[in-house]
């Protein structure tokens, strides 16, 4: 039974990562605009939290600093991808390969060094019940946000009015633009809402996952999370689904692995990614619900006539 | 200058101007409407209209002039002001968005915070109240354009504008929607609300407005009562010249035999918003030019698709195009048979924007004029590929500024003479084209239409696909309708009347008991 559930709290701690970053990127989406820099994002939140908790000595100071760092940088994003409406794929290669030199160099004197962890949960007697007390009450902050962003999300997407008007956008930023909705001043903050979540993500990693400043650490991690948001067609609670998907394939591809199955290591890592493949095409063959989530106007550059 | 007295207008334009590039869009306009009048905004395509309604509206900056709103002026910076003054519109193209409902599409222009299920319950009862229902719940891409522009206006209502405005609210309904339409407008009216009302429809602005303001290239070239003048008057004031209409010269020509033959034509619907096509039948002779009419939306862009090969058939004896059987081909193995396509959408679909007209003229002869455009080993012959294209400039006078411009750079009229002269420079057997003239103006439409109808006297079997009902009764030897994804037997132009053709846009069968009075068109 312990096996059991700490192979759950691993899991746990292997898919909110990939949640926090995925929930952010949806929102992006959601709003029609396509940031493929969250891997950028999530590993300069990840050195930039590294960073700052070991200088400072407090790991929250580092979560704030993560943040900040993913929200900064793509912050440069939207300057380039919004206001002077550059090829947005383009763009956001671009802030992957610019985070992942960054990072380097940012961490250079950091490698090796022992980082603060980020303490778990412990309430008493509650943290203490059999079976389900570790996996409920135990575990670290990070993971209650994620599941409360995610649920966040989920209500203000769908049920407030600012979430509407941010799917309007997505569907058809020159009707929207011509009903006068400020689309650039939504996709802004999409974007800076994607990229603080990249950014906790990455401290996620640096804080909690593996407490260390390793270089490139967030290894593939921020294209599952772009895979995540497709795989869940762009839609809140799907994601979550995604996630542990996700992190229960990783996970378990290491206990195979440990276990000593004759299958290469190679191959069980890339499961993950076979597994994207495969879910991709699966949810393609809907189009009806397909054409109704997707925003339509995902990656088109927007410049108001004036 | 007070406001709010007796004879001030409701809104003035003072020299509004805006200026795009070198172009003057709109040059130095002056308008006024008055409290409780329907106004009309006469002018062809391109003289302005839109620009000018969108500076009211807020979308566009005026470049120079100034706006006054009850006799204030005002700077209106973005639609969101706009509808604060008491604007509101209901656009051509329609600001909806597809994957939302009605009534979330109505929720997002109202600013106050009700919530969506008590929007949705006033628009379904102000709606039933102005006798346009409408379903709150349904998914806008469900939805007929006729529907679609139900939700424009209800939307625009639920705003308490005093002053609305339709930009060709008509271009996309059939004769008897729109007649339930203007008793709406009248009904505004009678409520003490400003209509502008664009058109180029003259009978309908006759018939609805109260005054008019004619453009022409960006300039106000008159103010009329329209009830006081005749059809042609206006028509005379908005081309600036006698217009030029197409004559089918002689008697009725005989018929050859068939040249495109579609039998049980079906087709499932290819996305959740398109129209899937039930059992169509049609058969066009040589010498003959058919017409489909049709309120848009109505499964002619699939028609379309499938009789140009872009949506093959499974069985090749589905569509025979030129006396052979060619379903299972694509548009090159179509073309090759002496078949020539012109789709609606000129940018985008029938030219590449950023390629000059030469390349565009390789990419849909590239296979049909293989022997002479293209060399040993597939290089092409860039020589012979620009003679060609000289050839079909020089036949169909098109306007150019350089030598061999970009299709982007052309204006619509001259990109649309191009495209037909590229395929009619072939001399096709057969010729199908998707809105021939659709925003172009009118010495170009003529152009197009004359070289049509001199291509089918020369012995080719044509179909013409158009939304626009008096070109298809000046060019068609019968007139074919199609309606939620089914094409009526063709009636022959002598017995076409509007009113016939409309009944049928509206659904109704010939022969049939709805067909004699007027059909009801109720939505949900």
């Known amino acids: 039974m312990d096996i059991f559930q700490s192979v759950l709290l691993t899991i746990a701690t292997a898919s909110t990562p990939l949640l926090l970053a995925a929930i952010g990127e949806l929102v992006v989406e959601r709003s029609g605009v396509l940031n493929l820099g969250v891997e950028g994002m999530m590993v300069i939140g990840a050195v930039c939290a590294f960073a700052a908790a070991y200088l400072s000595g407090n790991p929250w100071i580092g979560v704030i600093a993560g943040i900040v760092a993913g929200a900064v940088l793509s912050l440069l994003f939207g300057v380039l991808a919004l206001s002077l409406a550059t090829n947005q794929v383009a763009t956001g290669l671009s802030l992957t390969l610019l985070g992942i030199g960054l990072s380097g160099m940012i961490g250079e004197n950091f490698v090796g060094r022992a980082g603060a962890r980020l303490p778990n949960l412990d309430i008493p007697v509650l943290t203490d019940l059999p079976l389900v007390g570790r996996l409920v009450f135990g575990q670290d902050p990070l993971f209650y946000v994620s599941i409360a962003l995610t649920a966040a999300v989920m209500w203000f997407l769908f049920r407030t009015r600012t979430g509407l008007t941010l799917r309007a956008i997505g569907d058809n930023h020159k009707s929207a633009h011509a009903l006068g909705i400020n689309v650039l001043k939504y996709r802004y903050l999409a974007v800076m809402f994607g990229g603080a979540c990249a950014g906790l993500a990455g401290a996620h990693l640096s804080l909690v996952y593996t407490p260390q400043w390793v270089e490139n650490m967030t290894a593939g991690r921020g294209w599952i999370a772009l895979a995540l948001v497709v795989f869940a067609s762009w839609r809140p609670w799907r994601v979550i689904g995604g996630a542990y998907l996700f992190g229960a394939v990783t996970i378990g591809q290491l206990h195979a692995q440990a276990l000593g199955f004759g299958i290469p290591s190679q191959l069980l890592s890339s499961l993950p990614y076979l597994a994207t493949i495969v879910v991709l095409v699966l949810i393609s063959r809907d189009r009806r619900l397909t054409v109704m989530n997707t925003p339509a106007s995902l990656a088109q550059p927007f410049v108001p006539d004036r | 200058m007070q406001s709010g007295s007796e004879g001030t207008p409701l809104l003035k334009t003072v020299g509004l101007t805006k200026v795009f590039g070198e172009v003057k869009a709109c040059n130095g306009i002056d308008l006024s409407i008055a409290p409780g009048e329907i106004h009309a905004l006469l002018g062809e395509n391109g003289a302005g209209k839109s620009t000018l309604v969108k500076m009211m509206f807020g979308v566009l900056d005026p470049s120079e002039g100034e706006i006054l709103w009850k006799g204030q002026p005002v700077r209106i910076g973005s639609p969101g002001e706009a509808r604060r003054l008491g604007i509101g519109m209901v656009f051509q193209h329609f600001s909806l968005f597809e994957a939302l409902t009605a009534a979330e599409n109505i929720a997002l222009v109202l600013e106050e915070k009700t919530p969506i299920s008590k929007i949705a319950e006033t628009a379904r009862k102000l709606s039933v109240d102005y006798g346009l229902p409408l379903d709150p719940n349904s998914m806008v891409g469900d939805l007929s354009v006729g529907e679609r522009q139900r ?347 509007y009113e016939k053709i409309g009944l049928l846009m509206g659904g109704a069968e010939p022969g049939h008991m709805a067909f004699e009075g007027v059909k009801e068109e109720a939505g949900a």
């Not at chain 2, 020509?253 to 290819?270: D, S, V």
């Not at chain 2, 059992?279 to 017409?291: F, M, N, S």
């Open chain 2, 151 to 497: 939700i424009e206006i209800i939307r625009c209502l639920l705003q308490k504008p005093d002053l609305i405005i339709l930009d060709e609210p008509t271009s996309v309904l059939t004769p008897q929607e729109a007649n339930k339409m203007f008793e709406t407008l009248e009904r505004l009216k009678a409520e003490g609300k400003s209509i502008l009302y664009i058109s180029h429809r003259l009978d309908e602005v006759k018939r609805l407005c109260d005054t008019a303001t004619v453009l022409r290239h960006g300039k106000v070239v008159g103010h009329c009562v329209p009830r006081e003048e005749t059809a042609s008057s206006l028509a005379n004031m908005m081309v600036g010249s006698d217009v030029e209409t197409v004559k089918r010269e002689g008697a009725v020509p005989e018929f050859g035999k068939p040249l495109i033959e579609i039998r049980n034509l079906e087709r499932p619907p290819a996305t959740p918003f398109s129209i899937p096509l039930r059992g169509i039948d049609l058969t066009v002779r040589a010498g003959e030019i058919v017409g489909i009419a049709g309120v848009a939306g109505n499964g002619q862009g699939e028609f379309f698709e499938a009789v140009s090969g872009e949506a093959t058939q499974k069985r090749a004896d589905i569509v025979s195009l030129n006396g052979q059987d060619c379903g299972d081909k694509g548009i090159s193995g179509r073309r090759i048979l002496g078949v020539g396509f012109v789709p609606e959408e000129r940018l985008g679909h029938g030219a590449v924007p950023s390629l000059p007209l030469s390349e565009n003229m390789l990419l849909s002869r590239h296979r049909t004029d293989a022997k002479s455009m293209l060399g040993p080993f597939g290089f092409v012959r860039n020589a012979a590929v620009r003679s060609a294209s000289k050839r079909v400039i020089g036949e169909m006078d098109v306007r150019k500024t350089a030598e061999d411009p970009e299709a982007a750079a052309l204006s619509g009229g001259n990109l649309q003479k191009y495209l037909i002269g590229r395929e009619l420079d072939r001399q096709p057997a057969v010729m199908i084209v998707d809105q021939p003239t659709w925003g172009v103006d009118a010495g170009a439409a003529a152009r197009i239409r004359k070289a049509l109808i001199a291509l089918a006297r020369s012995g080719s079997a044509v179909l013409v696909i158009s939304q626009d009902l008096d070109e298809l009764f000046e060019i068609s030897d019968s007139i074919a309708v199609m309606h939620d994804g089914r094409l009526s037997e063709p009636v022959p132009i002598a017995e076409a009347t």
